[in-house]
């Protein structure tokens, strides 16, 4: 079972952006779906983006053109670049692929 460790997250201003990274610690190659969830504080945890293996994207209308899913798997990482990032876009930031636990997460707080 694949373990995945999330970083990159920060407090930047509204406007800003911010690159996060999932670094998984085995190999990528074979899993299929790859996503990035959030969750805000007292709401639940959603589905932000998702890569598959052929590297399809989708995102929810929420980020769409905003934030951009990429997939690197000679190094085992995913990341999520996201652009134009707004208040509403505060949240911890987890990553996930089948079968696997979730994570620490990495804290987004974008604030002014």
């Known amino acids: 079972q694949v373990q995945l460790v999330e970083s990159g997250g920060g407090l930047v201003q509204p406007g800003g952006s911010l690159r996060l990274s999932c670094a998984a610690s085995g190999s990528i190659l074979s899993i299929n779906a790859m996503s990035w969830y959030r969750q805000a504080p007292g709401e639940q945890r959603e589905l932000v983006a998702r890569?598959?293996?052929?590297?399809?994207?989708n995102y929810a209308d929420s980020v769409k053109g905003r934030f951009t899913i990429s997939r690197d798997n000679a190094k085992n990482t995913m990341y999520l670049q996201m652009n134009s990032l707004k208040p509403e876009d505060t949240a911890v930031y987890y990553c996930?692929?089948?079968?696997?636990?979730w994570g620490q997460g990495t804290r987004v707080t974008v604030s002014s």
């Open positions: 996930k692929v089948p079968f696997s636990s």
């Open positions: 890569i598959t293996i052929d590297g399809s994207t």
